[in-house]
């Protein structure tokens, strides 16, 4: 199943399930070129992953880490399909990175890995929309990962059964292909990150772990149109802007 966090034309916000371009609610069905996507959760973080895929801890210069790498992006960095994504003033180089959203689907804590996909609502796109200049200079990356806008987040929650162990993970940039992996390269699998993360901290419902991107991290510049793209999951897109 599939499903969409949407606003009706009335501006009610629903949640429809998706059968290809259609949403069902409440015994209508909207077009979904027709409505105004949201994202399909509504996290209180986003706890993403670095360095995740060996090709791309190479390509940014960096060793594997040995453990996750965590980082956090708070709600302001949420956007949503169709979204025009703003870059800090200043910003000189923001680049696209293509990810899976593990969605939570229920409060949890020292969640075991053989038990983690039970806490799992499903799966959906994410870009990590990154600001090489000041990630580059701070240990935190806050100015770096964390600025409004940063975390899209869609088109659509798709529960795990649709998402093949050997998804794709694809990111282009104008209609250009910039990223492609698979979710068969992650240093750590999902069920392996679940059981990291809740040993530290509490997830709650809605809350998304971004697992990492593939290889091929591409520069963005204003006004370019960027899609990221899993299988099973759909096509998010959204666009980048410079103030």
């Known amino acids: 199943m599939k499903y969409a966090r949407f606003r009706d034309p009335a501006g009610a916000v629903r949640r429809g399930n998706v059968d290809g371009d259609t949403i069902s609610f409440g015994g209508d069905e909207y077009d979904m070129d027709a409505v105004q996507l949201l994202p399909p959760c509504e996290p209180s973080k986003v706890v993403c992953i670095g ?31 169709g979204d025009t994504i703003t870059a800090p003033a200043g910003t000189e180089r923001l680049e696209v990175e293509a990810e899976l959203g593990v969605v939570i689907g229920e409060q949890c804590r020292d969640v075991p890995a053989e038990r983690a996909m039970d806490v799992v609502a499903g799966f959906t796109c ?9 990630q580059r200079q701070e240990k ?11 975390a899209p987040i869609g088109p659509v929650l798709a529960t795990p059964d649709e998402v093949p162990d050997d998804a794709g993970v694809r990111s282009y940039i104008n209609g250009e ?3 492609s992996g698979s979710l ?8 392996t990150l679940i059981a990291e993360i809740t040993s530290y901290l509490t997830l709650e419902p809605g809350d998304v772990i971004a697992t990492g991107t593939p290889e091929g991290v591409t520069p963005l510049s204003d006004g370019d149109d960027v899609a990221i793209e899993i299988d099973g999951v759909g096509r998010l897109t959204h666009s980048v802007r410079w103030p």
Do not use: C, M
């Open 177 to 179: 292909q910039a990223q």
């Open 126 to 134: 994410v870009d990590d929309v990154s600001n090489r200049d000041d």
């Open 140 to 150: 935190n990356w806050v100015r770096g990962k964390a600025f409004d806008g940063a």
């Open 184 to 191: 068969s390269q992650l240093i750590f699998d999902v069920p």
């Open 51 to 81: 360095r995740n895929y060996a090709a791309h801890a190479e390509e940014l210069g960096n060793e594997v880490p040995d453990r996750p790498l965590l980082f956090l992006k708070p709600p302001n960095t949420l956007a949503a399909q």
